[in-house]
């Protein structure tokens, strides 16, 4: 595997070439600050652009060729990284090898005339395309409820920080959607284009030099970016007494979920550190949640802790019946109290290093994870695969007790299920 | 080379098939990947939620079990006496560790780049040899209850249970995987022990391997290890068969759930013994791509929907096997659905199809395929899916793919009989469809 960078002022390429797959992957990705006001927006134009373009005007016919072009399906989705939104749109396409020659330099000049030639008439997104991704849009804001885990999650996150990004639902809202107008749109999209921070990652068999020329030829993105900053959220304010707040909803399973705000932590500590910690409190099935919450006292099928780094977050949630709330917060407080007065062994660690190193090591077998390396590399500075390998080797026991009495928590979070269960 | 270990070639990539039928009656498949890092191992008992009743090992009659039994075992499978517990056992050496129930089989498998020849012994023995006891199987009880509660609050769920549910009669494909909150509390450690020494015999099931491991080492760790074993000499196991018919149980229903957005499920029951086609495999992938020229993205039928705003999202298209009968599922999200239901029948009432769509779906059908390469967990899943289904793995895919052609696919068509249909329905509380 060989990384090679190709900066612009406008944007940069980063080829990744490698000869273990059958398929080419290539990414674009438009970065900025999140607004909450803009996250709708952001929806919108990622799915319209998805809808049709100038040459293949309808949804169909934009399909259809890219079933010619043999499955050359474009995916976009706009994502929150910390204080920033991340739009991206991919595709993976069998190396020419597997089916005709001339196909690869045929289906880059579809994915980027998709993005960049998009199905504009003067000045206004086309209104069909339009009225369609509003559906769309409708149906996605709509379709909220249908994980509630994900909901309460949300629901809890408001809670907590209301003003702070990591509570903004990424779905959009439907005040800011009834705003948009097809003229509005095209602008924000000239908008992006000429401020956003735009990366171009391609992963596959390919010959260097060759892509990077075919991408600079179709690019259209040629205006100076500016420097970008503070990708984390920071949290100020660090409740000292935890809060309990319930609430209802019609549901058969009640939902329970425990925030933790993190302030004060060093880089390592967040992404080396405070993930070992994780892995032993409520990482997977060897975790002390599990085998106490679950495994021990039957109180739930599922329940896991997850540390959000680039939102100095952490949180644990898991299904419960709602009689159980009590008992199951006791639970969980009681292993968390565990993990700060270190009553944890050094197999545990052992243990939590071992899934970590892993799934390190294995992130050359998939496209889509080599690229996140590398594009957190670009944003962060993060580490590549080799020195993430050895600072995870490093963290000691004591690291992990430090890091634990760091910990606060600051919200506990039930979404209650209706007094006669089984609708 | 091991002794009839056989090498299959598989058309259209350079990837090989290794497969072998060891002496105790247990099927092997492998297909290396040197490329990546990682290995995905699956053990798989032909045995599923719907073996309702069957002549248990060593007795002569019929035994009705309760509901989600196989789902149930699945989780006491994981019970080991005298050794670490299969998930203390994997995650010594970052290996993921997991099992997964459906209709028709029960599946356990680890996933990970180290320890093979360890980790290979101890799927075979900790699924060869669980401990259930009263105890640890009445301790079960509550967590799956909660697993239960968790799919209820799903509504695609609902709409998953509830349409096999109104199309099969007879066959227990209709009933829910993991049974119900009610039934699971019925279940004891006696009858899992009858389920277990019927269906986990070696003899009904296979090991299928993916990813970066030599295949001769492999079959020598399993076979090595099956030897130190003994089992029961088996007979062919009896399931309670059923006669379908063609007709549905309810042609709609429409239920109400906490949720903003409505959705349905369009079923079609398909009797699939009344098509003359040469092969099943190949009639399913007609099948599929009837259904996907028809409602998929680049369907026509979508055009209209979304020019009407009956649908804005992609139609699900999804296929369920109950015995005689295919049911075919459309899974819709849309606020005008008697309108759109009345579209869809017209569509399935009168199907035509060009010659030019279908070689464009050729493309697409060929990509997939070539790509599940690169990818152990899909080709793996692929592989269980094709040795359920069809008792083995089809090497000649990619030719099927390629031969698939207009006449054949009129005829299939045309031999199609799609007027057995069902619609679930779920909308949120007060729902009314605009005129």
């Known amino acids: ?423 | 080379m091991n002794n009839n270990l056989r090498q299959i070639s598989i058309n259209g990539v350079d990837d090989k098939l290794y497969y072998k039928k060891i002496d105790n009656g247990m099927e092997v498949f492998m297909i290396p990947n040197k490329n990546i890092l990682n290995i995905y191992a699956t053990f798989t008992t032909k045995y599923g939620s719907v073996v309702d009743e069957f002549v248990p090992i060593k007795e002569s009659k019929m035994i009705k079990v309760p509901k989600g039994i196989a789902h149930f075992l699945e989780h006491k499978v994981f019970e080991q006496e005298n050794r670490q517990q299969p998930f203390e056992f994997y995650s010594k050496s970052g290996t993921d560790c997991n099992a997964h129930t459906s209709l028709t089989n029960t599946t356990y498998e680890f996933f990970g780049p180290n320890n093979f020849q360890e980790n290979l012994e101890y799927l075979l023995d900790f699924v060869q040899n669980p401990y259930l006891t009263e105890k640890n199987v009445e301790k079960e009880k509550g967590i799956i209850e909660q697993e239960i509660k968790m799919y209820l609050d799903d509504p695609f769920w609902t709409m998953y249970d509830g349409i096999r549910n109104n199309t099969f009669i007879n066959n227990p494909t209709k009933y829910p995987i993991g049974g119900t909150v009610e039934s699971i509390y019925k279940i004891n450690k006696n009858i899992l022990d009858k389920c277990y020494k019927t269906f986990y015999h070696p003899s009904n099931m296979f090991v299928v391997l993916t990813g970066n491991f030599d295949p001769e080492e492999a079959i020598t760790i399993i076979e090595v290890n099956q030897s130190k074993k003994n089992f029961n000499k088996m007979r062919d196991i009896r399931i309670k068969e059923y006669k379908e018919p063609d007709e549905v149980v309810k042609k709609e229903e429409v239920v109400t759930r906490n949720i903003d957005m409505p959705k349905l499920s369009f079923g079609i029951k398909i009797n699939t013994k009344k098509i003359n086609i040469d092969s099943e495999y190949k009639l399913n992938i007609y099948i599929s791509l009837i259904f996907n020229i028809l409602f998929g993205v680049s369907s026509v039928f979508f055009e209209k929907m979304n020019n009407r705003k009956y649908l804005s999202m992609p139609v699900g298209i999804d296929k369920i096997r109950g015995g005689s009968h295919l049911l075919i599922t459309l899974i819709c999200e849309t606020n005008y659905p008697s309108k759109l239901v009345n579209e869809i029948r017209k569509v399935i009432e009168n199907i035509s199809i060009s010659s030019e769509d279908l070689e464009i779906y050729k493309r697409s059908l060929i990509s997939g395929y070539i790509r599940s390469f690169d990818d152990i967990t899909s080709l793996n899943d692929a592989i269980v899916d094709n040795v359920i289904n069809y008792n083995k793995y089809n090497t000649n895919t990619i030719d099927i793919i390629r031969n698939l052609n207009i006449n054949e696919l009129n005829n299939v068509i045309s031999s199609l009989d799609l007027s057995n249909t069902s619609v679930y329905t779920v909308v949120p509380p007060n729902f009314k469809e605009h005129a």
Request: glycine content about 4%.
């Open chain 1, 1 to 423: 595997m060989e990384y090679f960078k190709k900066e612009f002022n406008a944007y940069n390429i980063h080829v990744i070439k490698t000869d273990r797959f059958k398929t080419v992957t290539i990414e674009l990705n438009f970065l900025r600050k999140i607004k909450k006001e803009e996250i709708t927006i952001r929806n919108f134009l990622s799915e319209i652009l998805l809808q049709s373009s100038k040459k293949y005007n309808t949804k169909r016919l934009l399909s259809l060729k890219s079933k010619e072009l043999y499955e050359a399906n474009i995916q976009s989705s706009t994502t929150r990284i910390g204080a920033y939104t991340n739009m991206s749109f991919s595709l993976q396409f069998l190396n020419e090898e597997y089916t005709q020659e001339g196909m690869q330099e045929e289906t880059l000049d579809f994915f980027f005339d998709t993005i960049f030639n998009p199905n504009v008439n003067n000045g206004e997104f086309d209104n069909h395309s339009f009225e369609v991704t509003k559906e769309v849009i409708t149906t996605e804001i709509k379709s909220m409820k249908d994980n509630m885990t994900k909901y309460s999650l949300i629901k809890m996150l408001e809670k907590m920080d209301p003003n702070c990004p990591f509570s903004y639902n990424g779905f959009g809202y439907f005040e800011d959607l009834d705003k948009i107008t097809n003229k509005t749109l095209y602008e924000y999209y000239q908008d992006m284009i000429k401020s956003d921070k735009v990366d171009i990652f391609v992963v596959g068999d390919v010959d260097v030099e060759k892509i990077t020329q075919s991408i600079i030829d179709k690019v259209k993105v040629n205006t100076l970016k500016k420097e970008f900053k503070d990708i984390r959220l920071e949290h100020n304010k660090i409740r000292s007494r935890s809060r309990k707040i319930v609430e209802e909803e019609k549901i058969n399973q009640s939902k329970l979920n425990i925030g933790c705000l993190l302030k004060d932590f060093s880089l390592d500590e967040l992404n080396y550190t405070l993930k070992i910690y994780n892995e032993i409190l409520g990482g997977g099935t060897e975790s002390k949640l599990f085998l106490n919450v679950r495994e021990k006292n039957s109180l739930c099928y599922y329940i896991r802790s997850n540390i959000n780094s680039y939102d100095n977050l952490m949180f644990i949630y898991a299904g419960i019946n709602k009689e159980d709330f009590d008992k199951s917060v006791k639970l969980i407080k009681r292993e968390m109290n565990n993990m700060k007065k270190g009553k944890f062994t050094l197999e545990d660690i052992e243990v939590a290093k071992k899934a970590m190193e892993v799934s390190v090591r294995t992130i050359t077998d998939s496209p889509s994870r080599i690229i996140n390396v590398y594009y957190s590399k670009e944003l962060t500075d993060g580490d590549d695969i080799d020195e993430k390998l050895k600072k995870i080797e490093k963290v000691s026991y004591d690291d992990i007790v430090r890091v634990a009495n760091k910990i606060k928590i600051d919200t506990i979070y039930l979404m209650c299920g209706a007094d006669k269960n089984e609708q």
